[in-house]
């Protein structure tokens, strides 16, 4: 089906007088609220349930809100659980996974630049929102359930009683109020609950954006066209487009994400130390930064200023929260609890926990259940999972200008974005307490694993900054069975834990082997057979005593070098393993990886190479 822009896909039913009572009410409906309140319902169908959201009528296409991009857990949340499947798979993008261009010669020529990203879509399905149509989309099948959505609905007030909270909010210029057994602040960055009971923190990350949707889209890959070597890269031409792009540069990086409805949506997320916010806050600023540090775009941009669609900007957007989820029925989901930057998109993935754990302590207070040791796992749980992805992006805008540790970054990151927490929630476990108190231990190593590991790259970016040969990153097998991990077949808990433990000891075996590449910046490496622990690694030789590096159980260099073969090719081509992974190695390869994806499995997306509905060919 093609959507037309401007067109109102959605029929929005008559409004109806709130009741005066519900058993829930979601403030906010955008993203977490609408797809909250179809989770609950689905969950327990006789749950009554009021969104209150002060928008009138549907949402606008394309130009309107950030949040377009999805990685596995979101993906995971919106077409399994929230059962938005069809609708994404037949009118949004299916995407190319991620991809990241670090900078290379004034970002002059995109063929010249360092690629990191898949040659072919990734067997787990993830997708590009045009967020208007998703909301709408959302709405309809909110409102199919049962859902009271009442728009033009601003809160004002809300009171935290006994039985009943009470919620005060102006429509059609008269102030209303309701009351509820519990209340899901979903109202975004307006955060309506944290400011009330002042829950906001800082999160020690102070980055601004700034961003427009450009009409009729933009195939960046026509910049390389011309080179037979780049283009072959890929499996088909004309699907880099349909990633989620990173242009990156010294305390920046540039998204860049093509929307079904046509449109491609451009943003810059710049660290103020380096690149100040009055250099990004007006259009036409915007437009000189981007013709200073990233030209090629900038080129494509300004023949077509007519077809920008909008400007919107956000100045330093990331905070934390002291607490989402309380026995006194209130709770807060999605940016209305925390958010940390959207370098890897895990805005989603966040609405998904936050929903998912609140849908299970609501239902199981509505059915007479006792909820507190729920909703103490669950605070700490989202802390600790927000604390994992904060610590991707803490000071490390500075190591987005250097191509040569940012091969070691990104590779890390995109073993772990596919691992622990989220194959245990794309495998829905997160809320069944037996199985997690099994797999707590080892989902928190892999937290701690990354913390330390960004240490180390934080640390390495101050000893060695250079470029890197402008390759396409080779995969090797235990990379691809992070991805792999994520399609296979569970039988039971035991075959899940033992798919965390290989992971877990896959993470450790990495982390050393990194370090043995960045190490060798130290006028004296540690020796290649003595053991290693992982948990410790630092390049501070004065510290590794003291830090425990030679702590046991440890595992050598060269142990952790013979596990993940393949990693020094990230440095040097010569070292990559030929043609993909062997099959069978680490999990064996993706579909798609070293030979074509089976039919149906990892493909090319509906309509067999072309353009999603919408999208100009
Ligand atoms: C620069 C940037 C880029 C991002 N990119 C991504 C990305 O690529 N992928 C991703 O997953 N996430 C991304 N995010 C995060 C993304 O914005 C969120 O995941 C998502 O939009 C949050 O949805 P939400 O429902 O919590 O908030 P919103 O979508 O903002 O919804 C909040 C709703 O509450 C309503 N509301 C507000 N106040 C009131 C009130 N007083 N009364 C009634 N209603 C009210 C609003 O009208 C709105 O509809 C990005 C964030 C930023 C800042």
């Not at 007006?282 to 669609?309: N, T």
Request: charged share 25%; glycine share 10%; aromatic share 10%.
């Amino acid at each position: 089906m093609s959507i037309e822009r401007g067109q109102s896909i959605v029929e929005f039913a008559a409004v109806r007088p709130p009741q005066e009572h519900y058993d829930v009410a979601i403030l906010g409906g955008g993203l977490a609220g609408l797809t909250l309140a179809i989770q609950l319902k689905q969950t327990r169908p006789q749950t009554s349930v009021v969104v209150l959201e002060k928008r009138e009528g549907p949402a606008p296409l394309a130009a309107f809100k950030v949040g377009e991009s999805t990685v596995p857990s979101g993906a995971h949340y919106f077409t399994e659980v929230v059962g938005m499947k069809e609708h994404l798979l037949a009118e949004q993008v299916r995407k190319c996974g991620l991809r990241y261009f670090p900078t290379a010669n004034g970002n002059q020529d995109i063929t010249k630049r360092v690629e990191m990203g898949p040659p072919i879509y990734p067997p787990h399905d993830n997708f590009q929102l045009d967020r208007g149509l998703f909301e709408n989309k959302l709405a309809a099948r909110a409102r199919s359930l049962g859902v009271d959505i009442q728009q033009g609905a601003r809160v004002r007030e809300i009171e935290l009683g006994g039985e009943r909270h009470r919620v005060t909010f102006e429509q059609f210029d008269e102030e209303t109020a309701l009351t509820a057994r519990w209340i899901v602040d979903a109202a975004g960055r307006a955060s309506i609950m944290k400011r009330k009971l002042d829950l906001a923190t800082d999160c020690g990350h102070h980055i601004n954006s700034a961003w427009f949707r450009l009409g009729g889209g933009l195939d960046f890959e026509e910049w390389g066209a011309d080179d037979a070597e780049w283009m072959a890269r890929m499996s088909e031409p004309g699907i880099r487009r349909y990633s989620t792009n990173h242009l990156m540069g010294e305390g920046y990086w540039v998204w860049l994400i093509q929307l079904a409805t046509g449109p491609i949506s451009i943003g810059v997320c710049a660290d103020p130390r380096f690149h100040p916010y009055e250099e990004i806050n007006e259009l036409d600023r915007l437009l000189g930064w981007l013709r200073k540090h990233e030209p090629q775009l900038a080129a494509s941009v300004e023949q077509r200023q007519e077809d920008i669609e909008d400007f919107l900007r956000v100045r330093d957007f990331a905070y934390g929260v002291k607490q989402a989820f309380s026995t006194d029925r209130w709770a807060l989901v999605g940016e209305a609890a925390a958010f940390a930057d959207p370098f890897y998109s895990p805005g989603s993935d966040f609405i998904g926990y936050s929903n998912t754990f609140t849908t299970d302590l609501v239902t199981r207070d509505l059915d007479g259940e006792e909820i507190g040791e729920r909703a103490g796992y669950y605070n700490d749980l989202y802390q600790r999972l927000f604390e994992h992805v904060m610590s991707r992006y803490r000071d490390s805008y500075p190591v987005f200008g250097n191509p040569w540790v940012m091969c070691g970054f990104l590779t890390w990151d995109f073993y772990i974005n596919h691992v622990g927490a989220v194959l245990l929630f794309t495998q829905n476990r997160l809320t069944d307490f037996d199985f997690m108190q099994r797999a707590d231990e080892d989902m928190g190593r892999v937290f701690k694993l990354n913390i330390n590991m960004h240490k180390l790259f934080r640390e390495w970016h101050e000893l060695e900054r250079k470029p890197r040969v402008p390759e396409m990153l080779a995969t090797f097998p235990v990379l691809v069975s992070g991805l792999v991990g994520l399609v296979k077949d569970y039988p039971d808990d035991e075959a899940l834990l033992e798919e965390l433990r290989t992971q877990v000891r896959n993470a450790e075996a990495m982390a050393v082997a990194i370090f043995n590449q960045a190490a060798k910046v130290l006028p004296e490496p540690p020796p290649a057979d003595r053991p290693i622990n992982p948990y410790a690694v630092g390049l501070d030789p004065e510290k590794w005593e003291a830090d425990g590096l030679f702590e046991s159980p440890g595992i050598t260099i060269e142990q952790a070098r013979a596990a993940i073969v393949g990693l020094d090719g990230l440095w040097d081509s010569s070292l990559a393993l030929a043609g993909g992974p062997p099959p069978g190695v680490g999990g064996g390869p993706p579909p798609g990886i070293a030979g074509g994806p089976p039919p149906g499995v990892g493909g090319p997306p509906p309509g067999a190479g072309g353009p999603p509905p919408g999208v100009a060919g």
